[in-house]
């Protein structure tokens, strides 16, 4: 079955743009979303279908898919932002719902 | 305001059985697919199962397919996960979500989680 790869930690300091990525094969032809997960928290939609953002969430928080690579961008980077990053897909081929291992981001 | 309140976790031996609920409002329930995602202690997210707004059509991760069961009640907005044979590698919190599809599910939203504990 598919599989959706993410590394384990990011980290950039604050007011920088920070990078997020997303991997699996031909995943540029796959919808990503990403989801944001506070400690204690419940996660978060921030990104569908590869770069929508829901209107709660600030326009600093973008994406983008292609290839095998699919990338969660946050610019201007502030304390706020550090939390677990998850990205997702769907894999008709299985009628699975995919979830990569979390990405880690850290604020300087 | 969506909201999304589950229920019905708490403490039980291995091969027992545990049925979670989660209540919904704010959003046309019978219209919208619902899914069931687990997060084992200090790990990440797993998809649990998904129902479809009418209920007929269901789907389940490889680890808990034949053991538990997705269902939803629309005429009180209600999703269940009954639990059964639990294994203690089924820890976790517990989360209800709404789902969208357009060629590819999202969940737009989530709730609190409720916690599930499988140990003697």
């Known amino acids: 079955s598919f599989v959706v790869t993410q590394p384990p930690s990011v980290s950039v300091a604050p007011g920088k743009t920070a990078r997020i990525t997303c991997g699996g094969n031909?995943?540029?032809?796959?919808?990503v979303h990403w989801y944001q997960q506070k400690p204690g928290q419940a996660p978060v939609l921030v990104i569908y279908y590869d770069g929508d953002r829901p209107s709660r969430i600030p326009e600093r928080f973008s994406g983008s898919n292609s290839g095998n690579t699919a990338t969660l961008a946050i610019s201007r980077v502030e304390a706020g932002d550090e939390a677990d990053y998850y990205c997702?897909?769907?894999?008709?081929?299985?009628?699975?719902?995919?979830f990569g291992g979390g990405t880690k981001l850290t604020v300087l | 305001d969506v909201q999304l309140l589950e229920s019905g976790g708490g403490l039980v031996q291995p091969g027992g059985s545990l049925r979670l609920s989660c209540a919904a409002s704010?959003?046309?329930?019978?219209?919208?697919?619902l899914t069931w995602v687990r997060q084992a202690p200090g790990k990440g997210l797993e998809w649990v199962s998904l129902i479809s707004g009418s209920g007929g059509s269901t789907y389940y991760a490889d680890s808990v397919k034949g053991r538990f069961t997705i269902s939803r009640d629309n005429s009180k907005n209600m999703l269940s996960l009954q639990m059964n044979s639990l294994r203690a590698e089924d820890t976790a919190v517990y989360y209800c979500?709404?789902?969208?599809?357009?060629?590819?599910?999202?969940?737009?939203?989530w709730g609190q989680g409720t916690l599930v504990t499988v140990s003697s």
């Open positions: 704010g959003f046309t329930f019978s219209s919208s697919a």
């Open positions: 997702q897909v769907w894999d008709s081929g299985s009628d699975h719902v995919l």
């Open positions: 031909n995943i540029g032809s796959k919808s």
């Open positions: 979500t709404k789902a969208v599809y357009s060629g590819s599910w999202h969940l737009d939203y």
